[in-house]
């Protein structure tokens, strides 16, 4: 859902947000138009032990250390992440003892014009490799803009408008510069008080993705998606439930090739600890993880 070109973002933990004056009317970012059911559908689950260490030192500068002990096949990967932030830009990179190197920069230009900068370089004994993007976000009162300048010569334009109070649509464009040649992805957003319905169609992938989420209550949520792909004529679903408390949460997806993943979250105080539980029955694989948060990122 919402599919992108190939690029290794950053997580992005920012704090500057978007316009507040525009929030009632401006329909937001164009990649976040299915937010909701991705919030419900994106289990976080994993195999092994993860372990997070966060320390606030002010308002504007956090560190985190972060180990993750997976399975016996899989190596142990220990992350460093440092990240700044003021009223005008946010700064958050991390290293690993893989030789990965993320860097992401969020500048605030004035109320409506924001560049969010993403690099991405990896070193191993023989090469070195990078990536990165440039991307424009313009916000206006009824639409938001979008120019997206990526290392991999890919040119990306965006435009999200809001027709009526519970409709947005949507268009991407892209131009591959080595190929000469341009899709399209075209996406509507339609939300009521409980409901939020979403449909996308790319002519780079030949799918067509339509979610739905329900608020069953304020505290319970739920989403399907489906995706039809023309290309093999087959189609793939999801079905997700999320359930938050004050102190805990719990999310459940169920896909049409088998897979089960449940993921619990359970809130102390500076501490939070995590179980997650995936069965992919098709592939006749079980995987299982416990993890800890120790203090709260700024």
């Not at 190929?179 to 169609?201: D, P, Q, V």
Request: a positive charge; glycine letters at 6%.
């Amino acid at each position: 859902m919402g599919q992108s070109f190939p690029i290794n973002k950053q997580k992005s933990n920012h704090q500057i947000s978007e316009p507040k004056h525009l929030s009632n009317l401006n329909p937001g970012k164009f990649n976040n138009y299915c937010t909701e059911a991705n919030t419900i559908l994106n289990v976080q689950s994993f195999d092994g032990f993860v372990l997070e260490l966060h320390h606030n030192y002010n308002k504007q500068f956090s560190l985190s250390n972060n180990l993750t002990l997976g399975s016996f096949d899989q190596p142990s990967v220990y992350e460093l992440e440092t990240s700044f932030q003021n009223q005008y830009f946010s700064l958050i990179g991390n290293i690993d003892n893989n030789g990965f190197l993320r860097g992401n920069l969020l500048t605030k230009f004035n109320d409506k014009l924001f560049l969010d900068t993403t690099f991405n370089i990896h070193q191993n004994n023989k090469t070195t490799n990078s990536d990165g993007n440039y991307s424009f976000n313009y916000f206006e009162k009824y639409w938001t803009g979008n120019l997206e300048l990526q290392s991999n010569q890919l040119v990306v334009l965006s435009y999200y408008q809001k027709l009526f109070k519970k409709l947005n649509l949507g268009v991407k464009y892209t131009y591959f510069i080595p190929e000469k040649e341009s899709k399209l992805l075209y996406i509507g957003r339609y939300e009521t008080e409980k409901n939020i319905s979403t449909i996308s169609y790319s002519d780079l992938f030949n799918y067509l993705a339509v979610s739905y989420v329900h608020k069953i209550t304020p505290r319970i949520g739920f989403a399907t998606e489906i995706v039809y792909s023309f290309r093999d004529d087959s189609s793939f679903t999801s079905l997700g439930i999320k359930y938050s408390l004050r102190k805990s949460s719990f999310q459940s997806r169920l896909t049409s090739n088998g897979e089960i993943c449940s993921a619990l979250e359970l809130h102390f105080p500076k501490v939070t600890l995590g179980f997650s539980v995936k069965m992919d029955y098709h592939n006749e694989k079980y995987f299982a993880g416990v993890s800890a948060k120790i203090g709260n990122k700024n």
